[in-house]
C-alpha cells in the first residue's frame, strides 16, 4: 500500500513540473527577443536555424513564440 502512496505522489509531482515548463516556455529574454526578431530577418520562418543560435531552446518554442508575438490575422 505504501508503494501505491509513493507512486502518486511522484505522479503529481511530474505533473506540476510539466504545467510550469510549459508556462515558462513563452518567456524569453530581451536578448533572446531582439536575436529572434533579427535571425526571422535573415531566415525567415527557419525555425531550427532561429533555435540553433539560442541555447536551450526548441525550434518549436520559438515558433510558438514567434506567432503568439508576432502572427498576423489574414
Known sequence: MADLDHSSEDNSSVDSREESSQDTK???SEDEE???ILM???VGER???IAGRIPGRTAEEIEKYWTSR???SE
Open 40 to 42: 526571422y530577418n535573415l
Open 70 to 72: 508576432y502572427s498576423t
Open 47 to 49: 525555425w531550427s536555424l
Open 26 to 28: 513563452l518567456e524569453f
Open 34 to 36: 531582439v536575436l529572434v
